[in-house]
């Protein structure tokens, strides 16, 4: 439920640039995420979760659900964790802290 939920972070923080971009990619290590994600994106949820990511992902104009290796998906994992954990909402133009640019430093010499 960790990744489903900052979907919806993650989907609510990118609606003010929608109107400029082809689609959205939401991108996943867990199978049971994706699979939630891809049903309600659908038109099946259950929940308050779901049905708030079900109204935000009808404004998206095209959504595409990756299930990415979870060795390639460390900044995700942190982003999702770190959601859970403190009560935030990274905004367009904030930058990034220390350890989230690490992280996108590190995963991108990886790949």
Known sequence: MTEVRSALL????AK???NTTVGLILEGDSAFACATLARILS???DGEVEE????LMM????????HID???????NYV????CVLDFLWERGMPLSQALSFILSNDGVAM
């Open 80 to 83: 999702a964790n770190s959601a």
């Open 52 to 55: 708030m990511l079900a109204h």
């Open 43 to 45: 038109g099946i949820w």
């Open 16 to 18: 003010d640039i929608l």
């Open 59 to 66: 404004e998206c104009p095209r959504i595409l659900i990756s």
């Open 70 to 76: 979870r060795r390639a998906n460390s900044a995700a």
């Open 10 to 13: 993650g989907i609510h923080a």
